[in-house]
């Protein structure tokens, strides 16, 4: 069966940096398109990044600059690299596999990870 394993959250202090990973298997990795999602308490889940089967990159705008998205189609593999964190990025992240690239939405998604947690401290 397919599973998405996301690794890499903590606790990180304002300013600092994380790397997540999600590792997939079950699934031809290459030609999903994946995204990053997170959501904190009391809020709805919303897209963070998204990246193609082919490497298009899309992201929201309160995590451009900061946050970067890769994928390495040979360890089946997708990174979220997350720069000058804030408070308001904690959160629980998932990562997200589906065959409609870039999309922000949920249901775009056939596939989910059981969730990381991030909590930035100011």
């Known amino acids: 069966q397919v599973q998405l394993v996301e690794s890499g959250g903590g606790l990180v202090q304002a300013g600092g940096s994380l790397r997540l990973s999600c590792a997939a298997s079950g699934l031809t990795f290459r030609i999903y398109a994946m995204g990053w999602f997170r959501q904190a308490p009391g809020k709805e889940r919303e897209c963070v990044a998204t990246?193609?089967?082919?490497?298009?990159?899309d992201y929201a705008d309160s995590v451009k600059g900061r946050f970067t998205i890769s994928r390495d189609n040979a360890k089946n593999t997708v990174y979220l690299q997350m720069s000058s964190l804030k408070p308001e990025d904690t959160a629980v992240y998932y990562c997200a596999a589906g065959r409609l690239a870039n999309r922000r939405a949920p249901g775009d998604y056939n596939y989910w990870g059981q969730g990381t947690q991030v909590t930035v401290s100011s």
């Open positions: 990246i193609s089967w082919s490497g298009s990159a």
